[in-house]
C-alpha cells in the first residue's frame, strides 16, 4: 500500500528558481493538503483541496500555488523560491476533514 | 497567543515509567481533537483521537477537558519506541472548512 507518494524527497535549489512539488495519493481520499514544518512553528497549512478541481488557501500561501486537476494529485508550485521557503513539506490526505494521512515529506533548502 | 500550546520538553524518562503530557488551545468551537506521532525525520501519524469522555488505547490514555481547554496524553510503562514528538492536534473552522491546527510538539525521550 503506498499511501501517500511525495516527490522529490531532497531538493536544493537556487534563489529565483521555480520547481513542483508532487504528491500522489491511493486511497480515493476527497481531501488533499499541503504542509510546511519548521523548527518551533509546528505544521502550517500552505492549500488545500476539498476535491478534484478545487483549491483554496491555507494559513501561508504566499510565494505558492496548487493544482488538483486529477483527484489522486495535488501539485505544489513555488513560483520563484526565496531562502525564507527553506523547509520540510508535508503532503497529506484524508476522507473527512479528519485524520489526516501523510506523505514522508520534501526537505527543500532554498540557497 | 498560539491557537495550540505544547509544552516543547523533552521529557526524559526511564523505561517503564509513566509520562503525561498537556496541551491547551484557545478555539473553543473547537470539536475535533487528536494526538499525533511524529518520530525523528518522519511524517507525523495519527496515535489516537481524543473522545470526551476520555478514551484509552493499550497503554495510552487521552483526556478532554472542554471547560479549561486543555488535553492530554497519558503513556504508562514507557517503553524505548515510544521516544518520539506527540503533537496535539485540534480543529478549527476556517471559511466553512474545518482544518487541523498543529501544536508544535513535546518531544519524550526515553531510556534504557
Known amino acids: 500500500n503506498a499511501g501517500v507518494t511525495q516527490t522529490p524527497k531532497f531538493r536544493v535549489l537556487k534563489t529565483g528558481q521555480s520547481m513542483t512539488l508532487l504528491c500522489a495519493q491511493d486511497m480515493n481520499h476527497e481531501y488533499m493538503y499541503w504542509y510546511r514544518q519548521d523548527p518551533g512553528m509546528g505544521l502550517r497549512l500552505i492549500h488545500y483541496?476539498?476535491?478534484?478541481?478545487?483549491?483554496a488557501k491555507g494559513e501561508v500561501p504566499d510565494g505558492y500555488n496548487v493544482s488538483r486537476l486529477k483527484k489522486q494529485n495535488f501539485l505544489l508550485g513555488l513560483e520563484s523560491a526565496a531562502p525564507s521557503q527553506t523547509s520540510v513539506y508535508f503532503c497529506?490526505?484524508?476522507?473527512?476533514?479528519?485524520?489526516?494521512?501523510f506523505g514522508d515529506g520534501t526537505r527543500l533548502s532554498i540557497l | 497567543r498560539k491557537e495550540v500550546e505544547q509544552d516543547p520538553g523533552p521529557f526524559n524518562v526511564p523505561e517503564g515509567a509513566t509520562v503525561a503530557f498537556n496541551c491547551t488551545y484557545s478555539?473553543?468551537?473547537?470539536?475535533?481533537f487528536f494526538w499525533y506521532r511524529q518520530d525523528c525525520r518522519k511524517e507525523p501519524k495519527l496515535l489516537m483521537s481524543v473522545y470526551s469522555s476520555g478514551n484509552e488505547d493499550g497503554r495510552f490514555t487521552a483526556q478532554l477537558n472542554r471547560a479549561s481547554q486543555y488535553i492530554s496524553l497519558l503513556i504508562r510503562d514507557s517503553k524505548l519506541s515510544d521516544s518520539a514528538t506527540y503533537l496535539c492536534?485540534?480543529?478549527?473552522?476556517?471559511?466553512?472548512?474545518?482544518?487541523?491546527?498543529f501544536g508544535t510538539g513535546t518531544r519524550l525521550l526515553v531510556s534504557p
Open positions: 497529506a490526505s484524508s476522507y473527512t476533514e479528519r485524520s489526516q494521512h
Open positions: 492536534v485540534v480543529n478549527s473552522m476556517n471559511t466553512g472548512f474545518q482544518k487541523l491546527v
Open positions: 478555539n473553543s468551537a473547537s470539536q475535533s
Open positions: 483541496s476539498v476535491g478534484e478541481g478545487t483549491t
